[in-house]
Every structure is written in structure tokens, then in C-alpha cells.
């Protein structure tokens, strides 16, 4: 189990590496203009990783991993929810700066979190890099919730004007789904589940 949960870590630790590279290099050779592509450059890999990390929950449940669930839980459903539903369905968000912002915060994080796990599962523990993985989600883990919410913010209007998501129930049924609230509902359930988080100070690692 700890030689699966070590590659698990390696694959998590590559593919963050790639995009958090990727995103520096581009900005270093063209600027703000890569901004605009960063969904589009990025995405796929990004998708790839957050569907990936689903597995973390299921390490949870079965006692291979000692973290606690509900903390972990909540990252990795925000993030589904902001990738996948917001940020992927809507393609005039995908252009928007909040998206590199966010990929940004989120690939940080994640190349420490999956380097430290990688040296613990060999029983190998560097102060500096022990020290970064439990302090820097102190300030950065609130600007990534902030950045989740300004991304849904931003999306309402496309969602308001293209119906995405948006279902009317046919007769019997008297009532409608209209998407753009259950996003404005998900964004109290966003921070509240972040401060639920925050309570349980739970580090950037297993």
C-alpha cells in the first residue's frame, strides 16, 4: 500500500509539476497574452488531476490514508464543482484571468503537498519543505476559496444568458431549476465549508 500510495503521489506530482512549469514558461515567453490561454493550454491536465484525486477520498475510506475525510472531501469538491461545472461549461470564462490565478494557487499548493507525501513515504522529512507544506496553505487555501468564488461570480451572467444547466420540469411538475441560484447557494456553501475546513486546521498533506 505504501509503494501504491508513492506512485499515486508521483503521478499527482508530475502532472501538478507540468502545469505549474508550463504556466511560469508561458508567462515568462509571452506575458499577459498567455493568460487568456491558460484553460486552453493547461486544461486537460488539470482535468486529469482532479479527476485523479477523487481516489484520495477512497485511500480515506479504506484506512490507507490517515488524513481526515471531511477536510479532504471539501477541496476536492469544490474544485470538481468550480473545474468541471463552471469553468469547463462555460467557454467565456475559460479566457478569463481568474482561471490562471486560480490554476495557479491550486498547482502551488499541490506540487508542495505531493513532494512532501513522496519524502514521508520513504521516511524522509526536510524541516524547510516541512515547514512550507503546513504553513503555506495558511494564506494561500483562502485565496484559492476567494478565487473559486470570483470565478462562479464571474460566470453567472453566461449562465444567466445561455440557460446552462438549467432544467424546466414538464407537467406534472410546477417548478423549474434555474442554475444561476444554485450557484449563488453553492457560494455560501463554498465559505462556509472553507471556515468548516479551516477549523480542523488541516495541513497541505496526508
Known amino acids: 500500500m505504501n509503494m501504491y500510495l508513492f506512485v ?41 488531476c482532479q479527476l485523479l484525486s477523487v481516489l484520495e477520498m477512497l ?17 476536492i469538491t469544490e474544485r470538481i464543482i468550480v473545474l468541471f461545472v463552471v469553468i469547463n461549461s462555460q467557454e467565456e470564462v475559460q479566457g478569463k484571468y481568474v482561471v490562471c490565478v486560480l490554476f495557479f494557487l491550486w498547482n502551488l499548493l499541490d506540487v508542495v503537498r505531493y513532494t512532501y507525501n513522496m519524502l514521508a513515504r520513504m521516511g524522509l522529512y526536510y524541516l524547510p519543505l516541512t515547514w512550507l507544506n503546513f ?60 471556515s468548516n475546513k479551516a477549523s480542523y486546521q488541516m495541513p497541505c498533506s496526508v
Open 135 to 194: 504553513s503555506l496553505c495558511i494564506p494561500f487555501y483562502p485565496l484559492s476559496v476567494l478565487a473559486e468564488g470570483f470565478a462562479i461570480c464571474v460566470s453567472l451572467p453566461y449562465f444567466e444568458s445561455f440557460g446552462t444547466y438549467s432544467i424546466k420540469l414538464p407537467f406534472p411538475f410546477t417548478f423549474s431549476i434555474y442554475f444561476p441560484y444554485v450557484l449563488k447557494m453553492y457560494l455560501l456553501v463554498l465559505f462556509a465549508g472553507s
Open 59 to 75: 485511500h480515506i475510506l479504506i484506512g490507507i490514508d490517515k488524513s481526515r475525510l471531511l477536510p479532504r472531501f471539501l477541496q
Open 8 to 48: 499515486y503521489d508521483l503521478m499527482q506530482f508530475c502532472g501538478h509539476s507540468w502545469i505549474f512549469t508550463n504556466m511560469i514558461i508561458r508567462f515568462m515567453t509571452f506575458g499577459k497574452d498567455s493568460l487568456a490561454d491558460t484553460f486552453h493550454s493547461i486544461g486537460l491536465v488539470m482535468r486529469l
